[in-house]
């Protein structure tokens, strides 16, 4: 069982920058691929980012290459999501998953899920 806790969510300005962070309990997060999704209001969850068991692999969605970085630290159970150049289109609820079974960028085979962090981007 993996349990996990996003943070860092809040409001800032287009252009500017975030980190996300996400604290998983249990002592298999290393055993998990880690992925990042977001879901704006009346739209569906979408992939945005995914990282290997041992954070060598990194894929990025199209419209976020080039601006956000995934990572973890496997000593901390914690994987992270540096945000940078906000753009308007950007603003959602970030969620980070788990998956046991690797890396992968349909949310609906990722096995554990946190309840969310609020990004929201001012003009």
């Known amino acids: 069982q993996v349990q996990l806790v996003e943070s860092g969510g809040g409001l800032v300005q287009a252009g500017g920058s975030l980190r996300l962070s996400c604290a998983a309990s249990?002592?298999?997060?290393?055993?998990?691929?880690m992925g990042w999704f977001r879901q704006a209001p009346g739209k569906e969850r979408d992939f945005v980012s995914v990282?290997?068991?041992?954070?060598?692999?990194?894929q990025y969605a199209d419209s976020v290459k080039g601006r956000f970085t995934i990572s973890r630290d496997n000593t901390k159970n914690t994987v992270y999501l540096q945000i940078n150049s906000l753009k308007p289109e950007d603003p959602a609820v970030y969620y980070c998953?788990?998956?046991?079974?690797?890396?992968?960028?349909?949310?609906?085979?990722?096995?554990?899920w946190g309840q969310g962090t609020q990004v929201t981007v001012s003009s």
């Open positions: 998953a788990a998956r046991r079974s690797g890396r992968s960028t349909v949310f609906d085979e990722y096995d554990y």
């Open positions: 249990g002592r298999t997060f290393s055993e998990n691929a």
């Open positions: 990282i290997s068991r041992g954070g060598t692999i990194r």
